[in-house]
C-alpha cells in the first residue's frame, strides 16, 4: 500500500496522473497534507474514497510521551505501522531575542548498524531503514503537539535514532518533502544532518550540492583513539574522512561542525584536545562537546565542567570555535544518544 508521506511533489503528481488526476488535485493533495493538517475531506469525492481505500497516511500512534522536569524537551515513542518503534524529540530554546526556538530530533533508522560504544541506538543493534514518510511523519506529528497558535516548526536535527547517511536515499527524499516551498516549507539551513562519518556519503552530498547544515561526529583524533568508541572508524581512517570534509568545505563553502561527546578520562585531556586542534587546523570548523550521557550499556562518565573548560580554552587557542552543547532531558532519556526503541513487551 503507498503511503503518501514517501511522496515528493513531483511523484505525487505522477502517481495520480496514472489515477488520472491533473496537477490540479495533486497539488490540492498536497497541500491538505502538508499545510492544512491531513485534512482530505476537502477533495474530490472520488480521489477522497480512493485515497481512502488504496493508501495509507495516517501519522504513527504515540506510544509514550514523556517531558523533562523543566518542561523543556519531550520526547515521543511512536509505534509504526509495522510495530517498531522509534523515538523523536521536541526541545525548546529560548532564542537570543528571547522568543521560543522550537527544535525537533528526527530518527532516520529503527536501532543503528554503526556500533558505537557510548549510544544506546548503536547498543541496540540495527532493525531497519525508516522510509521516507516515517522521516517526514516525525515532523507531523510533533507539529500538532505545539500549543495551538505557536509558530509550526521551522528547525530539525537529522541526529536521532540511525545513521542517516547508511539510509541515503531515504533521509534525502525525506528532506526534499520536508524543504518543499508548498508544504511545510522548512529552510534548509535550519536543517542539520549529523553522520558518524560514512565517507561515501559525504562525497556525494557534496555532489549534489545538498543545502542543509552537515555535523561530522569525530569522538577522537588519532584512529586508534576513534576506533575505540566509534567502530566505523576502522572503514574509513581520519585521513580518508578529513580529505572527505575538506572537499565538502571547498564544493559546499561552508563550515562543518565536528563532534565531540567528552567521555572522563577516555578523550578529554588537554593532549587529546591539541590533537584535535591539529587536525581541524585552517578549517572552516566549529566544535560541538557533547559531555556523555549515560546509557544503559557504557559505564563512563562525562567529563566534568572544569575539564570542559579547559578542553574549549585549548581549542580557542588554536582559534576553533566550540560550543558545550546545553544538556537537556537526560531524565526522559531524550539526550544526544539516549534513543533507542521499545523492548519487546514495553508500552504494548
Ligand atoms: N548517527 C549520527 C547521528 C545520531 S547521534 C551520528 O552518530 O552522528 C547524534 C550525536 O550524539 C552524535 O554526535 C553521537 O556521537 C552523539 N552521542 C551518541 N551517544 C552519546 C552519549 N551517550 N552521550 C553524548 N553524545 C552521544
Ligand atoms: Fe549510530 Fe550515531 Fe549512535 Fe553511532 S552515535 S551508534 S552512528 S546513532
Redesign the pocket.
Known amino acids: 500500500m503507498q503511503t503518501l508521506y514517501d511522496l515528493t511533489r513531483e511523484a505525487m503528481a505522477a502517481w495520480l496522473a496514472d489515477w488520472g488526476y491533473g496537477r490540479y488535485h495533486a497539488n490540492r493533495l498536497w497541500a491538505a497534507l502538508y499545510r492544512h493538517g491531513g485534512d482530505l475531506s476537502g477533495l474530490r469525492a472520488d480521489l477522497h474514497a480512493r485515497l481512502v481505500a488504496e493508501t495509507r497516511f495516517a501519522l504513527p500512534q504515540t506510544a509514550v510521551a514523556q517531558t523533562s522536569s523543566d518542561g523543556y524537551t519531550r520526547k515521543f515513542l511512536l509505534r509504526l505501522h509495522d510495530g517498531q518503534t522509534i523515538e523523536t524529540v521536541l526541545m525548546q530554546f529560548e532564542g537570543r531575542d528571547g522568543t521560543p526556538r522550537t527544535t525537533a530530533c528526527l530518527s ?1 533508522q529503527v536501532g ?1 548498524a ?1 556500533g ?1 560504544v ?5 547498543q541496540m543493534g540495527f532493525v531497519r531503514h525508516l522510509r521516507p514518510g516515517e522521516i517526514v511523519a516525525q515532523v507531523l506529528f510533533v507539529n500538532r503537539q505545539l500549543p495551538p497558535h505557536s509558530e509550526p516548526l521551522r528547525n530539525i536535527v ?7 547517511l547508511h539510509n541515503y536515499e531515504n533521509t534525502m527524499t525525506a528532506v526534499e518533502i520536508l524543504t518543499d516551498h508548498h508544504g511545510l516549507a522548512i529552510a534548509p539551513r535550519h536543517i542539520t544532518l ?4 560514512v565517507v561515501p556519503g559525504i562525497i556525494r552530498l557534496a555532489d549534489e550540492q545538498r543545502p542543509f547544515r552537515l ?3 569525530l ?1 577522537g583524533a588519532t584512529d586508534a583513539e576513534r576506533q575505540a568508541l ?1 567502530p566505523p572508524a576502522r572503514r574509513w581512517p581520519l585521513a580518508e574522512l578529513m580529505a572527505a570534509c575538506r572537499y565538502y568545505s571547498k564544493k559546499r563553502q561552508r563550515r562543518i561542525f565536528f ?3 567528552l567521555i572522563a578520562g577516555q578523550n578529554d585531556t588537554p593532549a587529546q584536545a591539541h590533537a584535535l586542534g591539529q587536525l581541524l587546523r585552517g578549517m572552516q570548523a566549529h566544535v ?1 562537546l ?6 544503559p550499556g ?1 559505564a563512563e562518565q ?1 567529563t566534568g565542567e572544569t575539564a570542559v573548560k579547559q578542553f574549549q580554552a585549548i581549542l580557542t587557542a588554536y582559534g576553533l570555535p566550540s560550543t558545550v ?1 546545553q544538556r537537556r532531558g537526560i531524565d526522559i532519556a531524550a ?4 534513543l533507542k526503541a521499545a523492548t519487546p513487551g514495553y508500552a504494548a
Open positions: 532516520t543503528c554503526m558505537c557510548f549510544c544506546a541506538t548503536g537529522l541526529m536521532g535514532m540511525g545513521e542517516p549529523s553522520t558518524v562519518g555535523a561530522v561526529s569522538h566509534v563532534e565531540w561527546t560541538n557533547i559531555p556523555l550521557n549515560p546509557t557504557y562525562p552543547r539526550g544526544c544518544g539516549q
